[in-house]
């Protein structure tokens, strides 16, 4: 059975940082996609970033790169997304997604078939 279970959200000044986990079971095969999506009030759910679980491919949607990082530790079954230089528009619900193969559609929210509870992020200007 496969469980995703997020936490580390919170309220941070604009500049600050956060960094999100996401502790997995069922979903730590090497080709697994593990994912970050988020979703404000009435938008869509937007793509972040994804990486394989064994570290060989990543993505990330244009306006977090250079300021977001997704990683996993093994040892403890995690996929993190460390978040710098946060703006009042990252403020959403992130939401850790998964898959047991890279998606062929990764910005897709329909291609993850696993979804965690979804944690608050709130950027103050």
């Known amino acids: 059975q496969v469980q995703l279970v997020e936490s580390g959200g919170g309220l941070v000044q604009a500049g600050g940082s956060l960094r999100l986990a996401c502790v997995t079971s069922?979903?730590?095969?090497?080709?697994?996609?593990m994912g970050w999506f988020r979703q404000s009030p009435g938008m869509e759910r937007e793509f972040v970033a994804v990486?394989?679980?064994?570290?060989?491919?990543?993505a990330y949607v244009d306006s977090v790169k250079g300021r977001f990082t997704i990683s996993r530790t093994n040892a403890k079954n995690t996929v993190y997304l460390q978040m710098s230089s946060l703006r009042p528009e990252d403020t959403a619900v992130y939401y850790c997604?998964?898959?047991?193969?890279?998606?062929?559609?990764?910005?897709?929210?329909?291609?993850?078939?696993?979804w965690g509870q979804g944690t608050q992020v709130t950027v103050s200007s």
């Open positions: 990486m394989t679980w064994s570290g060989g491919r990543f």
């Open positions: 997604a998964g898959r047991r193969d890279w998606p062929a559609r990764l910005a897709s929210p329909d291609e993850y078939p696993y």
């Open positions: 069922g979903l730590t095969f090497s080709s697994s996609a």
